[in-house]
């Protein structure tokens, strides 16, 4: 049964102009709008429960900053050759184009994109958006293939008030901390003995293929094995894929006790950690809820193909912050692609809390609906005390009637 309904029988020309105007104050009031405003970007964090939010994510962007300076004067020291080709903004965080202890090649522009400080306010984001608050256990794997993202995630635990449990790795890929007396061992334990970074790891296996360097040359594993033994960290050797995994687990396991992990973060291309390549390609970059593993497998093929830490957390129920594909991260987060400048902190999106543009849009889209929807159809009741004030003249043909 068709509904009949009391309106006008024409829209008035005052209404169509109410229209417009609304229209019209709506985008220069989002025009005229800051992105950010401290009141609600507070407001916002509080419902976190962590109403210094920001203040936290600059002070782990400010301690990034501080240690990739420590890095870069060390460098400076042992007479590495920092070539502007690579290393146009002169961080001193990019490694030798090939060494002894170089796995894979690198892709230079993320590796650029990648020492940014204002990347441990992306991984405190992140964190958050995990569920991760202060006094929280994390799980961190990470390589020496992107040591400024190591550092920024470890700021970030710092930051937020996390405690990290650690396993790294001292093999790195292309551009990375792959200098053979400068590898991730020595930047974690250069950056702990200045006081700059409070965490360190657990253990560190070699890294590389199948997490034991294999392929590589008795002369590079030497020079691996030196390098773990110079951090004063135990080295985390195992027999084969399936033991490497098992005893990170272990030791994450053990680390813990009685506390359950809030969440695993990933830094790299591991293949105990994440699968190598061909797992970061299958579950991908950011955030990852323990719900998106069965697309995961699938995607790989079966769920033996991703076996890893990183799936093993997500199969107990814990989410997975991946930190790879660095370039759609920052694009993600609002942070400068391959900077040929040093980047200061601060600088980007992250660290919008909440974009009073977007929450003015949506009440305006609110108010625009609502008045059009009015002024075309009208509520009976409306429309019945408007006739009785002579809103719509004394001709009957401009009188309301029912419609169809």
């Known amino acids: 049964m068709k509904k ?79 070539l502007d080709a690579q290393d146009p903004a002169d961080t001193g965080m990019v490694g030798p184009s090939m060494s002894a202890v170089t796995t894979l090649p690198g892709h230079l522009p993320a590796k650029q994109t990648s020492i940014n400080p204002n990347f441990a306010a992306v991984a405190m984001r992140l964190l958050v958006d995990a569920g991760v608050r202060p006094g ?19 700021s970030a635990a710092e930051s937020l008030g996390a405690h990290p449990t650690i396993i790294s790795s ?16 020595d930047m ?24 034991r360097a294999a392929g590589m040359t008795d002369d590079t594993r030497e020079i691996l094995d030196a390098a773990i033994k110079r951090s004063g960290v135990p080295i985390m050797d195992s027999v084969d894929d399936a033991d490497a995994i098992e005893r ?17 973060i990933n830094v790299g291309g591991g293949d105990a950690s994440v699968g190598g390549t061909e797992g ?37 129920g814990v989410p997975v912050i991946n930190m790879i594909n660095v370039v759609a991260l920052a694009n993600q987060y609002g942070l400068p692609i391959a900077s040929a400048t040093k980047v200061e902190v601060g600088q980007g999106m992250v660290y919008t809390i909440i974009d009073p543009r977007r929450v003015l849009a949506l ?7 609502a008045a059009t929807a009015i002024v075309v159809k009208p509520p009976h009741r409306l429309t019945k005390w408007l006739q009785q004030r002579g809103w719509f003249g004394d001709q009957p043909k401009d009188q309301p009637q029912y419609m169809v």
């Not at 407001?43 to 600059?58: C, E, F, N, Q, T």
């Not at 929280?136 to 470890?154: E, H, K, M, Q, W």
């Not at 334990?189 to 997490?211: M, P, T, V």
């Not at 030791?251 to 695993?264: F, G, I, L, P, R």
């Open 4 to 82: 009949l309904y009391y309106r006008p029988q024409k829209i008035s020309s005052g209404s169509l102009l109410f229209l417009a105007a609304l229209s019209v104050a709506t985008v220069l009031a989002l025009r005229a709008m800051p992105h950010q405003m401290g009141g609600w970007s507070t407001m916002v964090a509080s419902l976190y429960g962590i109403p210094d939010l920001k203040d936290r994510m600059l002070e782990a962007s400010e301690r990034a900053d501080i240690a990739f300076d420590a890095i870069h004067a060390k460098r400076l020291e042992l007479g590495h050759p920092l």
């Open 188 to 211: 974690e334990k250069l950056l702990a003995d200045q006081g700059i970074l409070a965490y360190r790891s657990l253990e560190i296996s070699r890294g590389g293929f199948r997490d």
């Open 136 to 154: 929280d256990r994390i799980a961190i794997g990470c390589t020496g293939s992107f040591p400024a993202l190591n550092i920024a995630v470890y």
């Open 280 to 316: 970061n390609n299958s579950i991908g970059e950011g955030l990852i809820s323990p719900k998106q593993l069965v697309t995961i497998q699938k995607k790989a093929g079966s769920p033996e193909a991703v076996d890893c830490v990183a799936t093993r957390f997500l199969a107990s």
């Open 170 to 185: 001292a093999a790195s890929s292309q551009f990375g901390a792959n200098s053979p007396d400068m590898m991730w061992p």
């Open 248 to 264: 990170r687990m272990v030791a994450y396991s053990k680390a813990a006790e009685d506390e359950t992990y809030a969440v695993y």
């Open 363 to 369: 009440i305006g889209i609110f108010f625009i609906t």
